[in-house]
């Protein structure tokens, strides 16, 4: 079973800070988890720790039932896809994806086999002959696929390997990265700073930063109930609009919060370790702002920006108290740059944060307050 295990993994150089520190995860077998957050989070220093490239300063690594920390790549059961590609521009492609298995000492037959049968899968049979300046981009990143499939390895690494490609390009190789995870129920760890590519691949998302795990769930937990400013912030595009406010009440329904300015809202969240007075952060969704007086909560704003998507609009409005803000609009519908409009959201849309930047949890609909304030 490729069951990955890190238990308080840290990882330090020459005794000076820790790049990382104390990282626990747990990787079960079939699992697609991707690694994502932003350059210098460590994300990449993990998958390399992770396959016998880096040392580890401290804690524990198990790759099923074997502690691997001090065993070297080729007795880990592992096989990576670099960013870079790395095939050697001399061999075909069939000699490219035979490498690694003629120096394990497999038979011919064995290497033909599991060659023919990857290069099916990922539809490069017809490319077997050809040189790697002779292939696209697209077509080089799934010979490098390739490479790690017929090795048949216990766990896949992925270091951000559509980040050499075009757009359309890192679409198409991403659904071919999903249907291969489904095709070969295989454990894999994908490293990216896209987070784009993390809610679309990732069975698991963990979040990093500085050099620590912030959260690690599902793609759907990581949006609707992000642990902290950071993860809210980082997980959506366009980012979490921000408000800071001040608890004026609390009761079993959520918190009523005064904004900058003095407008008050209603956020149904479970507001238990808050009290009168304290500061907060409100958190609401460009998607889940409506345009018109039709929610809970109503704001008036001047548009200073409208970015057109053909299918929707992103308005960036500075609401009466001052504060931006970006709201999804109706791409069929024109807005004026200097207009005053409307906007609303519901109660149960708010996210709210507490002084530390620690996330409150969202009251699901049953739990919610049937009116406004009252």
Do not use: W
Request: net charge neutral; proline share 3%.
């Amino acid at each position: 079973m490729a069951t990955v295990k890190l238990n308080n993994l840290s990882k330090s150089y020459d005794g000076k800070a820790k790049v990382l520190d104390g990282i626990n995860l747990d990787i079960k077998h079939g699992e697609f988890v991707v690694l994502v957050g932003p350059s210098g989070c460590g994300k990449s220093t993990l998958l390399r720790m992770l396959c016998g490239l880096e040392s580890i300063t401290g804690g524990e690594l198990s790759i099923g039932d074997t502690v691997v920390n001090d065993l070297p790549p080729a007795e880990r059961g592992i096989a990576m896809v670099f960013q870079s590609y790395a095939l050697y521009p001399h061999m075909s492609v069939y000699k490219n994806m035979a490498f690694g298995l003629k120096i394990a000492g497999e038979s011919k037959s064995q290497i033909d086999a599991r060659i023919k049968n990857a290069a099916k899968i990922l539809k490069i049979d017809h490319l077997l002959e050809r040189l790697p300046r002779e292939l696209s981009g697209g077509q080089r990143q799934r010979v490098a696929i390739g490479r790690a499939i017929v090795r048949e390895p216990k766990l896949f690494l992925f270091d951000e390997p559509l980040s050499n490609l075009d757009a359309a390009l890192r679409v198409q190789t991403r659904l071919e990265i999903a249907k291969l995870h489904r095709e070969l129920n295989a454990t894999m760890v994908y490293v990216t700073h896209d987070q784009v590519e993390a809610m679309t691949l990732g069975d698991k998302i963990v979040v990093m930063h500085d050099g620590h795990i912030q959260q690690a769930g599902t793609p759907l937990e990581l949006y609707q109930q992000p642990a902290n400013l950071f993860v809210a912030t980082f997980i959506g595009s366009p980012k979490m609009n921000l408000l800071k406010g001040r608890v004026i009440a609390v009761n079993e329904h959520g918190a009523h919060i005064a904004l900058k300015g003095g407008q008050e809202i209603h956020a149904t969240v479970d507001a238990s370790r808050l009290k009168a007075n304290d500061e907060v952060t409100v958190g609401i969704r460009a998607e889940h702002i409506l345009e018109g007086n039709v929610g809970d909560e109503s704001f008036t704003g001047t548009v200073n920006l409208v970015e057109h998507l053909g299918e929707a609009n992103y308005l960036y409005l500075t609401l009466a108290n001052g504060d931006d803000i970006v709201v999804r609009g109706d791409g069929e519908r024109e807005v004026a740059i200097g207009s005053a409009i409307t906007i609303s959201t519901a109660s149960s849309s708010f996210h709210v944060f507490d002084a530390d930047g620690q996330a409150l949890r969202r009251l699901k609909p049953g739990n919610m307050r049937s009116s406004r304030h009252g």
